[in-house]
């Protein structure tokens, strides 16, 4: 079965200082893997997508991910914090196959606060 | 281009009753997902259709249904509400289904 853990539930960073969000995923065959991020009270907007191409994804808002095979996991950065980074981030996979189309398995999400 | 749509944004019903939902599809995306986020479980799937068939489901009771439109718009009801289906019912699209999906700001229902 196919899974998502988000190691911290909340991460908190002065603003400028660099961002780490961790994820490991689960999987049985090659997923794409996502992160999503949610403001307050809005729906859920793509930071970036990986689907076996480049390991190291570049994202909007300056973010970027590397893809780890042998560690399984898809961890989120950002060198510099943005007060307008605080949200919910969501490490999301998905597997293909016609049993899993249109499915997004979701972490429990990580809450980022930056602090001035 | 414009983005998901979902009506309404804010819904309060009582315990027992039924709700629909919409959600307006990205044009010229097909296929279209539901998901409960909650504070207690997450981001939890319900279901997704494809060209007006449902063709996954999550792991809901069947007071959970939905269909799809040949526009490709969806709906989805909740019937004989219980105070544990308070949640946000966001909704996304995509083209196919395999590719990333695209989410609307999502409906409030709150049970009383």
């Known amino acids: ?116 | 281009k414009a983005g998901v749509t979902q009506t309404p944004r804010y819904l309060i019903k009582t315990r027992g009753q039924q709700v629909t939902l919409s959600c307006s599809p990205i044009s010229g995306h097909r296929s279209v997902s539901w998901y409960q986020q909650t504070p207690g479980q997450g981001l939890q799937f319900l279901f997704e259709y494809f060209s007006e068939t449902q063709r996954n489901k999550g792991n809901f009771p069947g007071r959970f249904s939905g269909r799809q439109f040949s526009n490709s718009r969806s709906e989805m009801n909740v019937s004989t509400l219980e105070l544990g289906d308070s949640a946000l019912y966001l909704c996304a699209s995509s083209l196919t289904g395999a590719n990333e999906q695209f989410f609307g700001p999502g409906t409030r229902l709150t049970v009383l």
């Open chain 1, 1 to 116: 079965a196919q899974s998502v853990t988000q190691l911290d539930s909340h991460v908190s960073v002065s603003e400028g200082t660099p961002v780490l969000l961790r994820c490991n995923y689960s999987s049985s065959y090659s997923p794409s893997l996502f992160w999503y991020v949610q403001h307050p009270n809005k729906g859920l907007q793509l930071l970036l997508k990986y689907t076996s191409a480049a390991t190291l994804v570049k994202g909007i808002n300056g973010f970027e991910a590397e893809f780890k095979k042998s560690e399984t996991s898809f961890h989120l950065t950002k060198p510099s914090a943005h007060m307008s980074d605080a949200a919910e981030y969501f490490c999301v996979v998905s597997v293909p196959g016609s049993s899993n189309t249109g499915k997004l398995i979701f972490g429990q999400g990580t809450t980022l606060q930056v602090k001035p």
